[in-house]
Protein backbone atom coordinates (compact mmCIF):
# COMPACT_ATOMS: atom_id res chain seq x y z
CA UNK A 1 0.00 0.00 0.00
CA UNK A 2 1.14 3.30 -1.12
CA UNK A 3 0.06 6.50 0.88
CA UNK A 4 -1.09 9.86 -2.21
CA UNK A 5 -0.91 12.58 -0.99
CA UNK A 6 -2.95 14.68 -3.78
CA UNK A 7 -1.39 17.73 -2.69
CA UNK A 8 1.89 18.39 -1.20
CA UNK A 9 4.65 16.15 -2.31
CA UNK A 10 6.99 14.57 0.30
CA UNK A 11 10.45 13.52 -0.58
CA UNK A 12 11.70 10.02 -0.55
CA UNK A 13 15.21 8.71 -1.35
CA UNK A 14 15.18 7.55 -4.98
CA UNK A 15 12.63 9.45 -6.25
CA UNK A 16 13.15 11.20 -9.34
CA UNK A 17 11.92 14.94 -8.96
CA UNK A 18 12.47 18.22 -11.76
CA UNK A 19 13.57 21.12 -9.42
CA UNK A 20 14.54 25.09 -9.96
CA UNK A 21 17.77 26.10 -8.58
CA UNK A 22 17.06 29.02 -6.46
CA UNK A 23 19.94 29.64 -4.61
CA UNK A 24 23.94 29.40 -5.60
CA UNK A 25 25.95 29.29 -3.07
CA UNK A 26 29.46 28.54 -3.70
CA UNK A 27 30.01 24.94 -3.48
CA UNK A 28 25.87 24.02 -3.09
CA UNK A 29 22.67 24.72 -4.98
CA UNK A 30 19.63 25.27 -3.42
CA UNK A 31 16.93 23.63 -5.33
CA UNK A 32 12.94 24.14 -4.54
CA UNK A 33 11.54 20.42 -5.48
CA UNK A 34 7.66 21.52 -4.09
CA UNK A 35 8.24 19.81 -0.91
CA UNK A 36 8.52 21.75 2.65
CA UNK A 37 12.04 22.34 2.51
CA UNK A 38 14.41 23.07 -0.82
CA UNK A 39 16.89 20.14 -1.12
CA UNK A 40 20.26 20.62 -1.11
CA UNK A 41 22.44 19.80 -4.58
CA UNK A 42 26.29 19.98 -4.70
CA UNK A 43 27.99 20.74 -7.49
CA UNK A 44 30.60 17.54 -7.43
CA UNK A 45 27.07 15.43 -7.86
CA UNK A 46 27.05 15.85 -11.99
CA UNK A 47 28.71 13.61 -14.44
CA UNK A 48 31.80 14.14 -14.86
CA UNK A 49 32.43 16.94 -12.61
CA UNK A 50 35.45 17.84 -10.78
CA UNK A 51 37.07 21.07 -8.56
CA UNK A 52 38.39 22.45 -12.09
CA UNK A 53 35.21 21.03 -14.09
CA UNK A 54 32.00 22.95 -12.46
CA UNK A 55 28.84 22.56 -14.29
CA UNK A 56 27.34 25.53 -15.56
CA UNK A 57 23.90 25.56 -13.25
CA UNK A 58 22.65 29.37 -13.18
CA UNK A 59 19.83 30.09 -10.65
CA UNK A 60 16.54 29.09 -12.21
CA UNK A 61 17.38 26.14 -14.22
CA UNK A 62 15.67 23.10 -14.13
CA UNK A 63 17.30 20.22 -13.28
CA UNK A 64 16.09 16.47 -13.05
CA UNK A 65 18.20 14.72 -10.30
CA UNK A 66 17.34 12.01 -7.37
CA UNK A 67 17.11 12.20 -3.61
CA UNK A 68 20.09 10.77 -2.04
CA UNK A 69 18.99 11.65 1.65
CA UNK A 70 15.49 12.40 2.60
CA UNK A 71 13.89 11.61 6.02
CA UNK A 72 12.03 13.81 8.46
CA UNK A 73 14.62 15.04 10.44
CA UNK A 74 17.17 16.55 7.83
CA UNK A 75 17.14 18.93 5.18
CA UNK A 76 16.82 16.56 1.69
CA UNK A 77 19.87 16.17 -0.71
CA UNK A 78 19.79 15.54 -4.23
CA UNK A 79 22.22 14.78 -6.92
CA UNK A 80 22.28 13.88 -10.80
CA UNK A 81 24.07 10.97 -10.96
CA UNK A 82 23.26 7.21 -9.85
CA UNK A 83 25.42 5.10 -7.38
CA UNK A 84 27.67 4.13 -10.61
CA UNK A 85 28.64 7.75 -11.37
CA UNK A 86 26.77 7.88 -14.37
CA UNK A 87 24.02 10.50 -15.08
CA UNK A 88 21.65 7.99 -16.58
CA UNK A 89 19.36 10.71 -17.66
CA UNK A 90 19.66 12.83 -15.01
CA UNK A 91 21.16 16.29 -15.43
CA UNK A 92 20.39 20.11 -16.00
CA UNK A 93 17.32 20.26 -18.56
CA UNK A 94 18.17 22.16 -21.91
CA UNK A 95 16.80 25.51 -23.01
CA UNK A 96 12.69 25.72 -24.34
CA UNK A 97 10.18 23.83 -23.29
CA UNK A 98 6.87 24.36 -21.07
CA UNK A 99 7.12 23.15 -17.43
CA UNK A 100 3.53 22.62 -15.78
CA UNK A 101 2.65 21.24 -12.06
CA UNK A 102 -0.19 18.34 -12.45
CA UNK A 103 -0.96 16.37 -9.69
CA UNK A 104 1.30 13.71 -7.76
CA UNK A 105 -1.79 10.50 -9.13
CA UNK A 106 -1.83 11.86 -12.74
CA UNK A 107 2.32 11.13 -12.30
CA UNK A 108 1.86 8.01 -10.88
CA UNK A 109 -0.57 7.44 -14.06
CA UNK A 110 1.75 8.48 -16.60
CA UNK A 111 4.84 6.36 -15.08
CA UNK A 112 2.97 3.07 -15.60
CA UNK A 113 4.85 1.10 -18.28
CA UNK A 114 2.53 1.12 -21.76
CA UNK A 115 0.55 3.86 -20.46
CA UNK A 116 -1.87 5.30 -23.10
CA UNK A 117 -2.09 8.80 -23.16
CA UNK A 118 1.58 8.99 -23.62
CA UNK A 119 0.79 6.67 -26.67
CA UNK A 120 -1.93 8.51 -27.83
CA UNK A 121 -0.05 11.80 -27.79
CA UNK A 122 3.06 10.17 -29.07
CA UNK A 123 1.05 9.33 -32.48
CA UNK A 124 0.25 13.15 -32.50
CA UNK A 125 3.42 15.28 -32.43
CA UNK A 126 7.22 14.30 -31.67
CA UNK A 127 8.10 15.57 -28.31
CA UNK A 128 10.81 15.47 -25.46
CA UNK A 129 8.73 14.80 -21.58
CA UNK A 130 10.72 14.60 -19.05
CA UNK A 131 8.02 13.26 -15.64
CA UNK A 132 9.22 14.73 -12.13
CA UNK A 133 7.76 12.22 -9.20
CA UNK A 134 6.83 15.76 -7.42
CA UNK A 135 4.44 16.38 -10.07
CA UNK A 136 6.43 18.40 -12.25
CA UNK A 137 6.17 17.90 -16.22
CA UNK A 138 8.83 19.48 -18.51
CA UNK A 139 7.73 19.64 -22.38
CA UNK A 140 9.28 20.24 -25.33
CA UNK A 141 7.75 19.61 -29.15
CA UNK A 142 9.21 21.25 -32.20
CA UNK A 143 7.15 24.24 -32.20
CA UNK A 144 5.28 26.53 -29.41
CA UNK A 145 2.47 25.43 -30.60
CA UNK A 146 2.67 21.85 -30.24
CA UNK A 147 4.41 22.18 -27.03
CA UNK A 148 1.55 24.33 -25.59
CA UNK A 149 -1.51 21.64 -27.25
CA UNK A 150 0.52 18.57 -25.40
CA UNK A 151 0.74 20.50 -22.35
CA UNK A 152 -2.94 21.42 -22.59
CA UNK A 153 -3.84 17.78 -23.14
CA UNK A 154 -1.45 16.46 -20.28
CA UNK A 155 -3.25 19.11 -17.81
CA UNK A 156 -6.74 17.99 -18.75
CA UNK A 157 -5.91 14.42 -18.66
CA UNK A 158 -6.77 14.59 -14.62
CA UNK A 159 -10.25 15.18 -15.59
CA UNK A 160 -11.02 14.00 -19.12
CA UNK A 161 -12.34 10.39 -19.31
CA UNK A 162 -10.50 7.67 -22.00
CA UNK A 163 -13.00 8.50 -24.74
CA UNK A 164 -12.84 12.66 -24.29
CA UNK A 165 -9.12 12.16 -24.57
CA UNK A 166 -9.41 10.13 -27.68
CA UNK A 167 -12.32 12.59 -29.62
CA UNK A 168 -9.96 15.72 -28.66
CA UNK A 169 -6.65 14.13 -30.27
CA UNK A 170 -8.30 12.71 -33.16
CA UNK A 171 -9.93 16.42 -33.71
CA UNK A 172 -6.87 17.87 -32.90
CA UNK A 173 -5.30 15.63 -35.76
CA UNK A 174 -8.15 15.86 -38.59
CA UNK A 175 -6.63 19.75 -38.00
CA UNK B 1 21.15 42.30 53.25
CA UNK B 2 21.38 45.54 51.19
CA UNK B 3 21.95 45.96 47.56
CA UNK B 4 25.51 46.63 46.78
CA UNK B 5 26.56 48.32 43.34
CA UNK B 6 29.32 46.49 41.45
CA UNK B 7 32.93 48.00 42.65
CA UNK B 8 31.91 49.85 46.03
CA UNK B 9 34.67 49.24 48.57
CA UNK B 10 33.53 47.31 51.33
CA UNK B 11 35.85 46.97 54.40
CA UNK B 12 39.76 46.91 54.41
CA UNK B 13 41.82 43.47 54.41
CA UNK B 14 42.53 43.44 58.25
CA UNK B 15 38.61 43.69 59.04
CA UNK B 16 37.84 40.42 57.05
CA UNK B 17 38.69 38.13 54.08
CA UNK B 18 37.68 38.21 50.80
CA UNK B 19 35.09 35.20 49.64
CA UNK B 20 33.43 35.29 46.08
CA UNK B 21 32.02 38.32 44.01
CA UNK B 22 34.79 40.20 45.54
CA UNK B 23 38.53 41.27 45.10
CA UNK B 24 41.19 42.73 46.98
CA UNK B 25 43.09 46.10 45.46
CA UNK B 26 45.42 48.38 47.57
CA UNK B 27 44.55 46.62 51.19
CA UNK B 28 40.63 46.82 50.54
CA UNK B 29 37.83 44.72 49.60
CA UNK B 30 36.12 45.83 46.60
CA UNK B 31 32.73 43.66 44.94
CA UNK B 32 32.80 42.68 41.99
CA UNK B 33 29.61 41.38 41.38
CA UNK B 34 26.07 43.41 42.09
CA UNK B 35 24.16 41.71 44.65
CA UNK B 36 23.73 41.67 48.51
CA UNK B 37 26.67 41.56 51.38
CA UNK B 38 27.27 38.51 52.97
CA UNK B 39 29.45 38.26 55.89
CA UNK B 40 29.82 34.80 57.20
CA UNK B 41 31.87 34.57 60.88
CA UNK B 42 34.62 31.29 61.26
CA UNK B 43 35.95 30.46 64.32
CA UNK B 44 39.73 30.66 63.29
CA UNK B 45 40.59 34.18 61.73
CA UNK B 46 38.61 36.78 60.31
CA UNK B 47 34.75 36.67 58.95
CA UNK B 48 34.46 36.07 55.12
CA UNK B 49 33.18 38.50 53.28
CA UNK B 50 31.24 37.82 49.68
CA UNK B 51 28.92 39.43 47.39
CA UNK B 52 25.63 36.95 45.97
CA UNK B 53 23.46 37.81 43.55
CA UNK B 54 19.77 37.91 43.83
CA UNK B 55 19.05 34.76 42.35
CA UNK B 56 21.43 31.36 42.74
CA UNK B 57 24.62 30.80 40.58
CA UNK B 58 24.06 29.37 37.39
CA UNK B 59 25.97 26.22 37.28
CA UNK B 60 28.79 26.18 33.84
CA UNK B 61 29.57 23.04 32.43
CA UNK B 62 33.31 23.03 32.32
CA UNK B 63 35.73 21.24 29.67
CA UNK B 64 35.79 17.42 30.51
CA UNK B 65 32.17 17.53 32.36
CA UNK B 66 29.55 14.99 31.27
CA UNK B 67 26.73 16.95 30.73
CA UNK B 68 23.19 15.34 29.86
CA UNK B 69 21.02 16.89 26.36
CA UNK B 70 18.41 17.09 24.43
CA UNK B 71 19.16 16.77 20.50
CA UNK B 72 16.90 19.62 18.74
CA UNK B 73 18.24 19.23 14.99
CA UNK B 74 20.46 17.41 13.12
CA UNK B 75 22.62 17.91 9.75
CA UNK B 76 24.54 15.91 7.92
CA UNK B 77 28.02 17.40 9.30
CA UNK B 78 26.57 17.69 13.29
CA UNK B 79 23.87 17.32 15.69
CA UNK B 80 22.90 20.42 17.75
CA UNK B 81 21.78 20.11 21.19
CA UNK B 82 20.20 22.03 24.13
CA UNK B 83 22.04 21.03 27.17
CA UNK B 84 19.42 20.15 30.30
CA UNK B 85 21.90 19.05 33.27
CA UNK B 86 25.57 19.00 34.04
CA UNK B 87 26.10 15.92 35.67
CA UNK B 88 22.93 15.59 37.98
CA UNK B 89 22.58 19.27 38.41
CA UNK B 90 19.65 20.92 36.36
CA UNK B 91 20.20 23.55 34.49
CA UNK B 92 18.05 26.55 35.09
CA UNK B 93 18.30 27.58 31.27
CA UNK B 94 19.43 25.81 28.54
CA UNK B 95 23.21 26.02 27.01
CA UNK B 96 23.02 24.82 23.44
CA UNK B 97 25.77 22.61 22.26
CA UNK B 98 26.86 21.29 19.17
CA UNK B 99 28.04 17.54 18.46
CA UNK B 100 29.93 17.60 15.46
CA UNK B 101 30.05 14.38 13.31
CA UNK B 102 34.14 13.11 13.70
CA UNK B 103 32.94 13.33 17.20
CA UNK B 104 30.37 10.86 17.60
CA UNK B 105 32.61 7.98 17.63
CA UNK B 106 35.91 7.37 18.40
CA UNK B 107 36.61 4.59 15.70
CA UNK B 108 35.91 4.89 11.50
CA UNK B 109 35.17 8.60 12.26
CA UNK B 110 34.64 8.97 8.13
CA UNK B 111 31.91 6.09 8.38
CA UNK B 112 29.78 7.98 10.90
CA UNK B 113 26.40 9.49 9.52
CA UNK B 114 24.59 11.43 12.04
CA UNK B 115 21.18 10.39 10.72
CA UNK B 116 22.26 6.45 12.42
CA UNK B 117 23.49 7.91 15.39
CA UNK B 118 20.81 10.69 16.68
CA UNK B 119 17.37 11.89 16.14
CA UNK B 120 15.75 15.38 16.92
CA UNK B 121 14.38 14.36 20.52
CA UNK B 122 16.93 11.82 21.81
CA UNK B 123 18.26 12.54 24.88
CA UNK B 124 22.01 11.83 24.74
CA UNK B 125 25.29 11.84 27.74
CA UNK B 126 27.79 13.59 25.71
CA UNK B 127 31.62 15.61 27.22
CA UNK B 128 32.34 19.00 26.54
CA UNK B 129 35.41 19.17 24.91
CA UNK B 130 35.16 23.26 24.36
CA UNK B 131 33.90 25.94 25.67
CA UNK B 132 33.32 27.55 22.55
CA UNK B 133 33.58 31.04 21.11
CA UNK B 134 31.63 33.87 22.00
CA UNK B 135 28.53 33.36 19.77
CA UNK B 136 29.31 29.18 19.05
CA UNK B 137 27.78 27.19 21.20
CA UNK B 138 29.50 24.51 23.74
CA UNK B 139 31.40 21.61 21.53
CA UNK B 140 30.75 18.29 22.91
CA UNK B 141 31.66 14.59 21.99
CA UNK B 142 29.98 11.53 22.36
CA UNK B 143 33.61 9.49 21.65
CA UNK B 144 33.76 6.93 24.59
CA UNK B 145 31.62 3.55 25.41
CA UNK B 146 29.61 5.28 28.51
CA UNK B 147 28.42 8.25 26.39
CA UNK B 148 25.62 8.44 23.47
CA UNK B 149 21.92 7.83 23.66
CA UNK B 150 20.39 7.30 26.60
CA UNK B 151 16.28 7.63 26.39
CA UNK B 152 15.22 7.59 22.84
CA UNK B 153 11.60 6.82 21.16
CA UNK B 154 10.46 5.06 17.93
CA UNK B 155 8.28 6.68 15.46
CA UNK B 156 5.67 5.07 16.98
CA UNK B 157 5.84 6.71 19.82
CA UNK B 158 7.52 4.15 22.86
CA UNK B 159 10.63 4.22 24.49
CA UNK B 160 13.25 2.52 22.47
CA UNK B 161 15.25 -0.30 24.33
CA UNK B 162 18.91 -0.77 23.42
CA UNK B 163 20.33 -4.14 21.83
CA UNK B 164 23.66 -3.37 20.67
CA UNK B 165 25.83 -0.47 20.56
CA UNK B 166 24.90 0.89 17.23
CA UNK B 167 20.94 -0.45 17.53
CA UNK B 168 17.77 -0.14 19.33
CA UNK B 169 14.48 -2.06 19.32
CA UNK B 170 11.02 -0.60 19.62
CA UNK B 171 8.67 -2.86 22.13
CA UNK B 172 5.51 -2.05 20.18
CA UNK B 173 6.26 -2.47 16.77
CA UNK B 174 9.86 -4.34 16.65
CA UNK B 175 11.49 -2.18 14.17
CA UNK B 176 15.17 -1.26 15.21
CA UNK B 177 16.68 1.76 14.52
CA UNK B 178 20.02 3.42 14.63
CA UNK B 179 21.82 4.88 16.95
CA UNK B 180 25.04 5.57 18.84
CA UNK B 181 24.06 3.90 22.59
CA UNK B 182 25.61 4.84 25.66
CA UNK B 183 26.76 1.67 27.71
CA UNK B 184 25.66 3.14 31.31
CA UNK B 185 27.08 1.78 34.02
CA UNK B 186 25.02 -1.07 36.20
CA UNK B 187 24.93 1.07 38.99
CA UNK B 188 23.07 4.35 37.58
CA UNK B 189 20.13 2.12 35.86
CA UNK B 190 16.92 1.98 37.33
CA UNK B 191 14.69 -1.54 37.01
Known amino acids: FVPEPRLQYVPVKGDRVIGIVTVKAGDVFKVDVGGSEQASLSYLAFEGATKRNRPNVQVGDLIYGQFLVANKDMEPEMVCIDSNGRSNGMGIIGQDGFLIKVSLGLIRKLLAPKCEIIQDLSQLYPFELVLGMNGRIWVKAKTVQQTLIIVNILESCEYMTAEQRKQALAKLSGN | ?191
Open chain 2, 1 to 191: LSARPVGERLCSVEEATAGSGTYTRHGFIFSSLAGCLEKRSEDSGLPIVSVVRDTESQLLPNVGAVVTCKVCSINSRFAKVHILYVGSTPLKSTFRGTIRREDIRATEKDKVEVYKSFRPGDIVLAKVISLGDAQSNYLLSTAENELGVVVAHSEAGAQMVPISWCEMQCPQTHSKDFRKVARVQPQFLQT
